[in-house]
């Protein structure tokens, strides 16, 4: 399962980006999806995730809340996070992240590669 990224940029203090992510297959269960980011030199830190039950459970990092929001597609392989009021210091590069069902006991997370959000004036 390889996961695609997309959406990061560059945006000014206060704008706002829509990341994107899918997985490359359907065929797989997705469970948790979600979001991270990784500035340079620190651990990688949740940002939010949505869970595949209906409606959706969601679950952000304090400094996120109300500003961020995580979202799935509806073909469930995919997940997007809409990001306002962006700050500078939001700029660290985001991955995306996906659980993957393969059986009652088994099951494997999956990154795709990131992409870099850059806030500046």
């Known amino acids: 399962v390889q996961l695609q990224a997309s959406g990061g940029g560059l945006v000014r203090p206060g704008g706002s980006l829509r990341l994107s992510c899918a997985a490359s297959?359907?065929?797989?269960?997705?469970?948790?999806m979600g979001w991270h980011r990784q500035a340079p030199g620190k651990q990688r830190e949740l940002v939010a995730t949505?869970?595949?039950?209906?409606?959706?459970?969601?679950n952000y990092a304090d400094f996120v809340k109300g500003r961020f929001a995580i979202s799935r597609g509806n073909a469930e392989n995919t997940v997007y996070l809409q990001m306002n009021s962006l700050k500078p210091e939001d700029t660290v590069v985001y991955y995306c992240?996906?659980?993957?069902?393969?059986?009652?006991?088994?099951?494997?997370?999956?990154w795709g590669q990131g992409t870099l959000v850059t806030v500046s004036s």
């Open positions: 297959s359907e065929r797989v269960r997705i469970n948790n």
């Open positions: 949505i869970s595949s039950d209906t409606g959706g459970s969601t």
């Open positions: 992240s996906a659980e993957v069902i393969y059986s009652d006991i088994l099951s494997e997370t999956y």
